[in-house]
C-alpha cells in the first residue's frame, strides 16, 4: 500500500491486517447484497447474522490462546453439545422438582454448572496435554469422539424442550434490551472509546514513545465512535413484527395503539459476546497469564527456562477454553430454545477457522480476539450469503475449506513481507 492513502494508514496507526478484513468483509456482504436482490445487508439479515456468528465468536476468542500456544482443540464442538445438553437436563428435569418451575434461579444453576462443567473438562484434557505430554491433536480428537457419544447417551438421541423461558433469553432471539437502552451501551461505549485513546496517548508521551499527530487522534476517535453509533442504529432499525405485538398486548388484555412500533436493539447474545471480547483483550494485553501465553507459544523452552511453569500454563488455557465453549453453549441452546444431541457439530472447524482466517499463526506466538472475532464474522457472513442464494450445503463446506486455504496462503505471506515469519 502506497501513496497517499498508504500514509494516512501509517500516520493512524491503523492495523492492515485488520483492514484487510474489514475490507473482506465489506466486499462479501456486497457481493451478496447484489446476489440476493437487496435483502443481505438489512437490518434483519445483519440481526440475525450477528445472532448466528454470535457462540462461534466465544469460542474462537478462547483457541486464539490454544493456537498461540501451539496447541489445537477438536473437542469443542462435540463439548458444546455435551455441556448444552446436560444444561437441558438440569433446567427441564432436575431443578424444576427442587426450586419450582419457572423459578429465576433456575437459568443461574444452570449457566453456573454449565460454566464449572466446561472449565473442568477443558481442564482435564489439557492435564493430559501438559502433565502427560499427549500431543493435544490427539487428546481433542479423542475429547471429539467422547463428548459427542455423551452428548447422544445423555439425551438417547432425543432432543430436550422447551427450555427455561429465562435461560432462552441469553440466546438473543428473544432477548433485547430494546432501543434507548442500546443507544445508551452506545454513548457509553463511545466515552470510554475516547478516555481509552486520551489515556492510551497520555502514556505514550509520559514514556517518550512516538505518538500519532492530534488530528490523527481525533480522527481514528471518530471512525471508531461512528463505527459503534451506525452498528446500533443497524441493529435498533430491525422492527419488532407486528404480529408479535400484536400477541403481546393481547396477552396483557389490552389493545395496540394505532401506528405502534417498536424495535428489538442489541440481543442480550452479542453483549455476551462483546464483554468476552473485552475480558479476553484485557487478559491477553494486560495481565501476566496473557504474557505467558505469547512468550510460550514464541519460544517454549525459553519460556521453560525462565520459569514460566508451561505445564500448569496448558491446563488453564484449556480449562479457560472449556469455560468459553460453556458460554457458547448457553448461547447456542438458548437461541434454539432446545438442546439436541447434534449441538455444535462441525463448529470446532468454525472455530478454528476463524481464529486462522482472523490472523492467528498455526505455528504459535501470534493471534488477536478481534481478528478471531472478525475471522467468525466473515466465516458466518460467507455461509449465510450462499444459504441465501440457494448454494447446496455440501459446495458451502468446500467453499469455506478453499477460503480457509486461501487465508492461510495470504496470512503466510503477509508475514513474510513484514518480518514476522
Keep these: 500500500m502506497s501513496g497517499g492513502l498508504g500514509n ?23 457481493v451478496f447484497h447484489v446476489a440476493t436482490g437487496g435483502t443481505f445487508l438489512t437490518p434483519r439479515n445483519l440481526f440475525t447474522l450477528t445472532l448466528q456468528t454470535a457462540s462461534v465468536a466465544v469460542m474462537a476468542t478462547g483457541m486464539v490462546f490454544v493456537i498461540v500456544t501451539r496447541n489445537i482443540d477438536l473437542s469443542i464442538g462435540s463439548l458444546l453439545g455435551i455441556v448444552g445438553m446436560l444444561m437441558g437436563v438440569i433446567q427441564v428435569q432436575i431443578l424444576p422438582d427442587i426450586v419450582g418451575f419457572g423459578s429465576p434461579s433456575i437459568w ?32 481433542t480428537l479423542g475429547g471429539l469422539l467422547i463428548w459427542r457419544g455423551g452428548a447422544w447417551w445423555v439425551s438417547k438421541g432425543t432432543t430436550i424442550s422447551p427450555l427455561d423461558p429465562n435461560f432462552v433469553m441469553l440466546g438473543g432471539a428473544s432477548g433485547t434490551i430494546g432501543v434507548t437502552a442500546s443507544w445508551g451501551l452506545a454513548i ?36 471508531l465512535v461512528s463505527a459503534i453509533c451506525g ?18 398486548f393481547a396477552a396483557e388484555g389490552l389493545e395496540m395503539p394505532e401506528g405502534y412500533t417498536e424495535a428489538y436493539g442489541f440481543p442480550i447474545s452479542v453483549l455476551i459476546v462483546l464483554f468476552v471480547t473485552i475480558a479476553m483483550t484485557i487478559v491477553a494485553k ?7 501465553i505469547f512468550a510460550m507459544g514464541g519460544n517454549p523452552d525459553a519460556a521453560e527456562l525462565s520459569g514460566i511453569n508451561t505445564r500448569m500454563l ?55 480476539i478481534y481478528g478471531a472475532i472478525l475471522g467468525a464474522l466473515i466465516m458466518q457472513a460467507l455461509v449465510s450469503g450462499m444459504g441465501m442464494v440457494g448454494v447446496d450445503s455440501p459446495l ?26
Design 108 to 139: 443461574i444453576i444452570t449457566v453456573t454448572v454449565g460454566i464449572l462443567l466446561g472449565a473442568a473438562i477443558g481442564a482435564f484434557q489439557g492435564w493430559l496435554i501438559g502433565y502427560l505430554v499427549i500431543p493435544s491433536f490427539i487428546v
Design 314 to 368: 496448558t491446563v488453564k488455557v484449556f480449562a479457560l477454553m472449556g469455560a468459553l465453549t460453556a458460554i457458547a453453549a448457553v448461547i447456542a441452546s438458548a437461541r434454539l430454545g432446545s438442546a439436541g444431541s447434534s449441538l455444535g457439530e462441525l463448529d470446532e472447524l468454525r472455530v478454528i477457522a476463524a481464529a486462522v482466517i482472523g490472523g492467528t499463526a498455526l505455528a504459535g506466538g501470534v493471534g488477536t
Design 396 to 421: 458451502q463446506n468446500m467453499i469455506v475449506g478453499g477460503v480457509l486455504i486461501i487465508a492461510v496462503w495470504i496470512d503466510i505471506i503477509y508475514r513474510r513481507k513484514t518480518g514476522d515469519a
Design 8 to 30: 494516512l494508514i501509517k500516520t493512524l496507526q491503523i492495523d492492515t491486517r485488520l483492514l484487510g478484513m474489514i475490507g473482506a468483509f465489506i466486499v462479501i456482504s456486497l
Design 188 to 223: 457509553v461505549g463511545s466515552i470510554l472509546t475516547v478516555v481509552f485513546l486520551m489515556n492510551t496517548r497520555r502514556k505514550h508521551i509520559s514514556h517518550n514513545f512516538a505518538v500519532k499527530p492530534l488530528w490523527a487522534e481525533y480522527a481514528l476517535g471518530a471512525i
Design 286 to 292: 494486560k495481565t501476566r497469564f496473557g504474557r505467558y
Design 231 to 248: 452498528i446500533t442504529a443497524v441493529l435498533n432499525a430491525y422492527l419488532v413484527p407486528t404480529r408479535i405485538l400484536e400477541r403481546r
